[in-house]
């Protein structure tokens, strides 16, 4: 029997980087995997890979940041594959900039997609979750969430706010039968990065490489396992030993 028999999951941002291969481990081992993003193609391809290896998976366009389309998206998942058992909220992106020049439209724009989903999808996904009798979430923030860089203000305080959306909704959820836990990448190797220099990223990371998104990958899939039962409201750190 492997890990994901039997188990539904929805993993946001599925179509690239630690979301793509988060959706692909899942789906080795037995997972129905729906991937839910706002690159169709991308997604789309994501899809096709899965289904060539004999697993099961579908692709949902959703915009995280739509309360609507939050409801069509669980609603997709449970009508297509008959439930939902595990949800990644993964998808998210950065400001780079000092604090005096992030404008309030990059401050919101990044709170909404980052944040804000967080809490839509957890909102919008609760009933079937617990309808699962063993639903598990994992929220994918950062090191970003827990120490500060000097620049990127909407990116850490919306990371960080995802760390205690985790830990406030473990509470509520303990006894519904619902785990919920965050995951807290450092410099990994996606397209998220974007031109930022390669070199000063691995000079900053201990362990002297960026990570890959498949470690990412493994780590988000032990959480949402059955490996991580007792662990709920917790944060595990993947960062080549960063906030060490
Ligand atoms: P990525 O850019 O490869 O993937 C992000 C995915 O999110 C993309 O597929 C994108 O289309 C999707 N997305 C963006 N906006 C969306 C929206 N409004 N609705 C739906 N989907 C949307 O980046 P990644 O590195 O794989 O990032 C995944 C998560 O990991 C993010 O939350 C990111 O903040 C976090 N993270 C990444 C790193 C890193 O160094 N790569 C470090 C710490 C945390």
């Known amino acids: ?26 789906a080795s081992e037995g997972g129905a995997v729906v991937i839910a993003d706002v690159q169709d193609d991308a997604g789309a391809a994501v899809v096709a890979e899965i289904e060539a290896s004999g697993a099961k998976a579908a692709f949902v366009h959703l915009d995280v940041t739509s309360e609507q389309g939050w409801a069509d998206a669980v609603a997709a998942t ?41 809490f839509l999808g957890m909102k919008a996904a609760a009933d079937a979750l617990k309808a699962s ?16 860089s000097g620049v990127s203000p909407a990116y850490h305080a919306a990371k960080g706010a ?34 930022t220099d390669r070199d000063m990223l691995i000079a900053g990371t201990p362990m002297g490489r960026l ?4 470690e990412m990958a493994a780590l988000i899939a ?19 030993g960063v906030t060490a």
């Open 211 to 214: 990570g890959r998104p498949e």
């Open 133 to 148: 009798g063993n639903g598990s979430v994992v929220n994918i923030s950062s090191m970003y969430g827990i120490v500060g």
């Open 162 to 195: 995802v760390r205690l959306l985790t830990k406030t909704t473990a509470l509520g959820w303990a006894k519904e039968g619902v785990r919920v836990n965050s995951v807290h990448p450092g410099f990994v190797d996606t397209p998220i990065l974007g031109e």
């Open 78 to 118: 449970v009508q297509k594959f008959g439930g939902l058992d595990v949800l990644v909220n993964n998808a998210g992106i950065g400001d780079t900039e000092p604090l005096e020049v992030t404008t309030l439209a990059t401050w919101d724009k990044v709170v909404a997609v980052t944040q804000t989903s967080v």
């Open 1 to 26: 029997m492997a890990r994901f028999d039997d188990r539904v999951a929805l993993v946001t941002g599925g179509a690239s980087g630690i979301g793509k291969a988060t959706a692909l481990r899942i």
């Open 222 to 240: 032990f959480v949402a396992s059955d490996d991580a039962s007792f662990a709920t409201g917790a944060e595990f750190v993947a960062d080549g």
